[in-house]
């Protein structure tokens, strides 16, 4: 922690050199940079790594995987854009919260590996950058943010498109007023999980250590459409593509309506043929105080949907408005516009996420996409799948966070740990 208020002493110093060379790359000094490891070296890892070296205030000193493959990977091309410093290379994160001299991890393992990645984290004095889906379940995401506040950490999910300037914008505008009150949402995912046909089991990699990818999820005889980004499509570990996006989208509307007193969440959708079972496709409706929020697999019936992947479509009183990450049309009177000059330019603009979250270690603020708000914005997703599995309405009490009169359900708010990888 005293590298961290020497830091901010030093930027102090230097403020007139980053104004004057604002463009110029330069890493701070060694003894006053950001120590982080990183958890998990897949696809989104190696974006972790080349995100977090790209910035001056922060050091890589460990990496972290449970296959020795991407390790090396990851351990090889790292030392070519960071050549100065000494990297350790580790199979098990136990051993990179035992280190004193890291500041900060970020998780990128599947999502069953999250919660208790970032709670020991927590609890090891770090802070974490981690992926979304925040948690595997809701359960996991009352224990971060319990151990959150315990610890007094600081906490950022990797929901990046938050930081970029459309969502800002859509939020200035849903917010000034100008569409009148917002009664229904519309958010949608294209795209199908697959089924990943009927493979056999094979004998482990030598590589892998397969045990400890599992984790907390039951065991099971190691089949390669399991593991390596193909895991999202199992329930064991993720929930489809549905899961996969929710957080990216969802976020738009919990940002700039804050939804309260969600009461009924009813999901259907379909089973995908092969060994995978998370929904093939997942349509559900959420019922909150004074909003009505549907999730599609197809694009909803309204002008400028059927272009786009991914969206929102916010229904109001006096006009609408459809966005995804990049783009957003606003239609009022029959007249469809990209912006409204009039509405002011009123939310401070994100330097950058991962640099929000480096801000936020420095300053001890929570950042932009904070563990208390992912969680409400996530939670929701969660109880989409419930209804789904189960094949009925849940009625939620906000307040309690349990199912009403549905044991069945709440049985599936916190799954039991399998006991050997119970770290908590
Ligand atoms: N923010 C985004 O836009 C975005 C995009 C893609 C993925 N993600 C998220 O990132 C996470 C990883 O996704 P991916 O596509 O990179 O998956 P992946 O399968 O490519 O990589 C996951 C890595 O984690 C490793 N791992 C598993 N358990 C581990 C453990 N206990 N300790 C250390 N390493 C472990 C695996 O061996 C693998 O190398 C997911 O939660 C996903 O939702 C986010």
């Known amino acids: 922690m005293s590298k961290i208020i020497n830091r901010r002493d030093f930027l102090k110093k230097s403020a007139l050199t980053l104004t004057i060379l604002p463009t110029l790359y330069q890493k701070t000094a060694a003894s006053d940079r950001i120590r ?13 790594m080349n995100w977090f070296a790209a910035l001056p205030e922060a050091e890589i000193v460990a990496l972290c995987d ?17 050549q100065e410093t000494k990297v350790t290379g580790y199979k098990d994160f ?25 709670t020991l984290a927590f609890q090891a004095g770090k802070d974490v950058y981690g992926e979304k889906p925040l ?4 359960g996991e995401g ?17 929901t990046q498109i938050h930081a970029g300037d459309n969502y800002h914008r859509v939020v200035e505008i849903i917010q000034s007023g100008v569409l009148g009150k917002i ?12 089924g990943l046909g009927f493979p056999e089991s094979q004998p482990v990699p030598d590589h892998l250590d397969w045990d400890m990818w599992l984790g907390a999820a039951p065991f099971v005889e190691y089949v390669p459409e399991r593991c390596h980004k193909t895991y999202r499509y199992f329930l064991d570990y993720s929930g489809g593509v549905y899961a996969d996006f929710w957080c990216h989208i969802a976020d738009i509307v919990f940002w700039a309506l804050q939804p309260k007193g969600l009461k009924k969440i009813s999901a259907k959708g379909e089973a995908p043929k092969g060994i995978a079972d998370a929904p093939k496709w997942l349509d559900a409706v959420f019922e909150f105080d004074d909003l009505k929020l549907f999730w599609t697999t197809q694009p909803p019936d309204v002008p400028g949907a059927a272009k786009r ?10 006009g609408t408005l459809i966005c995804d990450y990049e783009t957003r049309e606003i239609t009022i009177n029959g007249e469809t516009l990209s912006d409204i000059k009039e509405i002011p330019v009123s939310i401070e603009r994100s330097p950058g996420h991962q640099q929000n979250f480096l801000d936020s270690i420095k300053s001890r603020k929570q950042p932009e996409s904070n563990l208390e708000y992912v969680r409400k914005m996530t939670l929701p997703m969660h109880l989409g799948l419930i209804s789904w599995r189960l094949n009925r309405e849940i009625k939620w009490d906000t307040l309690a966070e349990t199912c009403v009169g549905d044991e069945e359900a ?6 039991r740990y399998r006991e050997k990888w119970n770290l908590i």
């Open 142 to 158: 009352q224990m971060m943010l319990e151990n959150l506040n315990n610890y007094n950490r600081v906490f950022q999910l990797g």
């Open 36 to 48: 982080i490891a990183h958890i998990g070296l897949g696809g989104m890892g190696n974006n972790h």
């Open 183 to 194: 009664h229904t949402v519309r958010l949608w995912k294209t795209g199908f999980s697959p």
């Open 410 to 415: 709440n049985q599936l708010l916190h799954r």
């Open 94 to 118: 136990r051993h990179i919260l035992d280190r004193q001299d890291i500041d900060a991890i970020t998780c990128a393992t599947p999502d069953h590996w999250h919660a208790q990645i970032a």
């Open 309 to 318: 992947g991914i969206g929102a479509f916010f229904e109001g009183q006096n």
């Open 66 to 82: 449970v296959d020795q493959k991407h390790l090396n990977g990851t351990l090889k091309t790292l030392e070519k854009i960071q």
């Open 135 to 138: 948690s595997y379940d809701i």
